[in-house]
């Protein structure tokens, strides 16, 4: 039980801490040509895949938020996000935390994440414990419109909190629309 109230009490303040950010900031800040919107993207792809004969390989759906800059200018923006990723198995994880956009010219952007979340298991693959860190890579093309399509990496692990970490690899396509 005192794993779960852990877990419950570091996501509530990593997402108030979050909320915090996107209530005060600058509604300028969607008008500025030289920076980026807040993003909703849209993601689908697969969970697990890289384990070989694993009968937890499945497709997985994902709707993540990226906020505004909170630190950073031209090439290195500091930004807050949310997710939730849902699997065909029925595993869901709901996390936040924070990106590391690399603007490398005005179509080409590299982001770096990390985050913890809840997981809940489902009918898939047992990661160990609720609480599951998100370490994430992600490479898009972004449009003038600020919109981007890009592919999104990542490894969801416990960081050997529980006994068990088997952890597990995502893999997903995504469209980002600003809003």
Known sequence: MKKYILAALLLVSTVGGFSSITYTY???????KNEDPNLLMFCG????????????KTGALQLEFKGPSFFGKK???IKPFAALLGTFQGSLWLG???????????????TLGFGPGLFYKGGGKDLGYPLEMRSSAEVAY????KAR?????YHLSNASLARRNP???????????PI
Do not use: C, M, P
């Open 167 to 177: 952890g597990t690899e995502v893999l997903l396509l995504f469209y980002a629309i």
């Open 149 to 153: 399509f890009g592919v999104q990496f």
């Open 75 to 77: 090439i290195l923006k």
């Open 96 to 110: 936040a935390g924070v990106n590391f956009d690399i603007n490398f010219s005005d179509w080409f952007v590299a």
């Open 142 to 145: 972004r449009f003038k419109s």
């Open 45 to 56: 792809g697969a969970y697990n895949f890289t384990r070989s004969n694993s009968k937890h």
């Open 26 to 32: 600058d509604q300028k800040f969607l008008k500025s």
